[in-house]
């Protein structure tokens, strides 16, 4: 049983230069996230889609677009990608719903992107 | 809005000593709470949670947590620390009501707070 899957988990881009994280998730849930940590603020949540269809933002969605290509994934693009922008991306996924909810969040390992 | 506290940047236990994790939360009305563990390059992983009943909760591996409702405080415990306890801990907040309105589960973290249990 996989989980949450990230894929790359390292990568080196150049400032400019644009990606895609892929995220994909096989229990079945409804919402996923996506999160960045850096040191000392611990995670931050980029955007989310609480079901199917649908895509928020959360608190630092600047410089990202996001992609719910169907229930099982969840892209995060950085079309020109920046220094400030090198961080740890973790994507997560949960249930939904009053009586299937159990309120936590599942993580992927982590994709680690640096800019130079 | 939704807001956690780790004041603690490190907790330092030796080992077989009782350790405490601090966290206190700002959240609307009834506060779903968790607290998550990561070790190194790895992802978060569930500790336990509080939701509603019993102010003590127990969870993985031997930790608990205390809800104080009064002091807004969720902090984590073990009796005996372990030196495979050493890593990076994370408390979390979110709202009730989000989580039941089908909002989703925007959880706001906390800094973390890295333990280091020693010899």
């Known amino acids: 049983n996989a989980g949450v899957t990230q894929t790359p988990k390292f990568q080196v881009l150049k400032t400019g230069q644009s990606m895609t994280l892929q995220c994909a998730q096989d229990m079945n849930h409804n919402s996923m996230y996506w999160y960045r940590q ?3 603020m611990g995670l931050r949540l980029i955007y989310y889609s609480a ?3 649908t895509t928020d933002k959360g608190e630092v969605p600047n410089g990202y677009n996001v992609s719910r290509l169907n229930k099982r994934e969840f892209s995060l693009r950085l079309e020109s990608a920046a220094p400030s922008q090198t961080s ?3 994507c997560a996924s949960s249930s939904q719903g009053y009586r299937t909810n159990t309120g936590e969040l599942f993580f992927g390992e982590g994709s680690r992107l640096t800019v130079l | 809005a939704q807001s956690v506290a780790q004041p603690e940047d490190q907790v330092n236990v030796a080992e077989g000593n009782p350790l405490t994790v601090k966290c206190t939360y700002s959240v609307s009305g ?3 709470l968790f607290w998550y563990v990561q070790y190194p390059n790895r ?4 500790l336990l949670k509080y939701i509603t009943g019993d102010n003590l909760v127990k ?3 031997g930790f608990e947590a205390e809800f104080n409702k009064s002091q807004t405080s969720f902090h984590l415990k073990k009796p005996s620390a372990l030196v495979s306890d050493s890593a990076l ?3 979390a907040v979110r709202d009730k009501i989000g989580i039941l309105t089908g ?3 925007k959880l706001t973290f906390g800094t973390g707070t890295q333990l280091k249990v020693e010899l």
């Not at chain 2, 992802?43 to 569930?46: A, E, I, S, V």
């Open chain 1, 88 to 90: 740890v991306y973790f």
């Open chain 2, 103 to 105: 909002g989703g589960n």
């Open chain 2, 43 to 46: 992802g978060l992983q569930f």
């Open chain 1, 38 to 40: 850096d040191p000392g």
């Open chain 1, 51 to 53: 079901s199917e269809g």
């Open chain 2, 89 to 91: 801990y994370f408390c």
């Open chain 2, 30 to 32: 009834n506060p779903y």
């Open chain 2, 59 to 61: 969870g993985s591996y």
